[in-house]
């Protein structure tokens, strides 16, 4: 995981000034950009950075951002929430966005 921010708008707009402009939603097999109109399998999108942010008042807020590349150069967000309730995706794509916390 990478450096901390305040809030889920901070680091939104501070990662696209790093040029992660694409606004990437899930599909079952991978993630698509409605802008581009394209789709991306799971083993053609990788992620750089994610970011947790947790509910101020409600845990039921609690999100992680994701910033993603793709193997044809775009860049761009996911917006998830921790549960991921009643969205399937595929089981590559699920590996692919799991977080694991490694003691260094």
């Known amino acids: 995981m990478d450096k901390g921010y305040s809030s889920l708008s901070v680091a939104i707009a501070?990662?696209?000034?790093?040029?992660?402009?694409?606004?990437?939603?899930?599909?079952e097999?991978?993630?698509?950009s409605k802008g581009l109109k394209k789709q991306w399998k799971a083993g053609d999108c990788e992620v750089v950075r994610y970011f947790r942010f947790?509910?101020?008042?409600?845990?039921?807020?609690s999100s992680i951002l994701y910033a993603l590349e793709t193997t044809d150069g775009r860049k761009g967000?996911?917006?998830?929430?921790?549960?991921?309730?009643?969205?399937?995706?595929?089981?590559e794509m699920?590996?692919?966005?799991?977080?694991?916390?490694?003691d260094e």
């Open 29 to 32: 097999d991978g993630i698509e």
């Open 94 to 102: 699920r590996k692919k966005l799991t977080i694991t916390h490694r």
């Open 54 to 61: 947790e509910g101020m008042t409600d845990p039921g807020d």
């Open 77 to 91: 967000l996911l917006v998830d929430n921790y549960s991921a309730a009643g969205t399937y995706i595929s089981e």
């Open 14 to 27: 501070q990662l696209q000034n790093e040029g992660y402009t694409e606004d990437f939603n899930l599909v």
